[in-house]
């Protein structure tokens, strides 16, 4: 195993402005932005079609969002929107990332 990178001014400085970010957007505002599915958002928010079809919901089967939807909804906006701006170099080690579970 190798050892972790320490972290300089500059990224912790990038922690707390990520830590501090109201970065966030709702479903119903995706929604209208953007011409998707349910099935969509699901992708996007990593949850089953039936939960995003709940935040639609009126009355008692109404669920909110998690925060974490809510920011996972706004960074897929941010990349809707600037997707020609950003390097192909960078989309491709963006996406090529694994997860660690």
């Known amino acids: 195993m ?8 500059r990224e912790q400085n990038l922690i707390d402005l990520y830590s501090h970010c ?10 209208a932005k953007w011409d998707v599915n349910h099935e969509a958002i699901a ?3 990593s949850r089953s079609v039936s939960t995003v079809r709940r935040w639609f919901s009126k009355g008692r089967n109404y669920r909110h969002p998690m925060s974490s939807d809510l920011r996972h ?3 897929m906006d941010f990349l809707l929107e600037h997707f020609e701006e950003i ?4 989309l491709k080690i963006l996406c090529s990332l694994k997860r660690h579970n």
């Open 73 to 75: 909804l706004a960074l």
């Open 2 to 9: 190798t050892n972790p990178r320490p972290l300089q001014i």
């Open 87 to 90: 390097p192909e170099e960078l």
């Open 22 to 31: 109201q970065l966030g957007m709702t479903p119903k505002n995706f929604y």
């Open 43 to 45: 992708r996007i928010c």
